[in-house]
């Protein structure tokens, strides 16, 4: 009877990998490392360890799912975000390194001791988490319309132990409680319903409620660009996601409902990500 080694289990994964991913190789990595709960590190140290009968069962399993398109980080349970272990299920939509950004123009835009911040569908609580990690003095609310996508977002911040985030069951700003915060941030759902760009299988394995808003992508975004502007300080902060071809349409909203210094900011990869303003100043 042939035994399976690490060496053998990743390159035959690696190959069933090579249609749905463009990192086949590191895909099987995490996954078999995951099934060993090892460093992939071990897979490169020790390649002629041999899987035994079980181990095999599960990786051939995980490796089915994941060549049928389900996320590694389905699969695993967990993503990193902004150097945070995040758990994640298929209740949330799964942190993109892009998001990072908004993190990045928050600390970049305010040193303040005391601020009080609010982050609109949280889903998993990644940018509310990086925030609070980050500037533990100040106060971090955390909304989302869906309780099982809250539920996890508190799970991760009782796993990172991050006292500082207040949670909230609701919809956008509509959830907060009746205070004016200094920033508002939000990483809203902005793809058409009908984009024909979008791969079906994203559809199929991540809330459709976390991606899709309306014929044009924007509903959400809209909202939550008028409703803010009751629950913001003087010269308060409105940072929002979006998709790289939306900036000029939701600068041109942030400038409607009287928003100043409207700014699209580029991702790592050179394309317009997020739209900041400042409200209540000329």
Known sequence: MQVQTIASALY????????VTMTPALDAEVLLAYLLNV????????????LSKIEEIYFADLIKQRAQGQPIAYL?????????????????LIPRPETELLVELIL?????????????????????????RERPQWTIYATDSHLAALNIA???????KIKNIIFCHGIWCKALPPLLFDILVSNPPYVAENDP????????????SALLSGEDGLKDIRHIIHESRIYLKPKG????????SQAKAVRNDFLKVGYTHVISHQDFSGLNRVTTGIFGIE
């Open 39 to 50: 460093q992939r590190s071990y897979l490169h140290a020790h390649p002629e360890r041999i």
């Open 237 to 244: 902060y409105l940072l929002l996601e979006h998709g790289f």
């Open 76 to 92: 695993t349970g967990h993503c990193e975000f902004w150097s945070l272990d995040l758990m994640v299920t298929s209740d949330t």
């Open 197 to 208: 760009h979008l791969e079906q299988h994203v559809l199929t394995t991540e809330p459709a």
């Open 154 to 160: 508190k799970k991760n911040a009782s796993r990172l």
């Open 108 to 132: 970049k835009k305010s040193n303040k001791l005391s601020c009080v911040v609010a982050d609109l569908g949280t889903g998993s609580g990644a940018i509310a988490l990086a925030l609070a």
């Open 12 to 19: 035959q994964a690696a190959q069933q990998f090579s249609l």
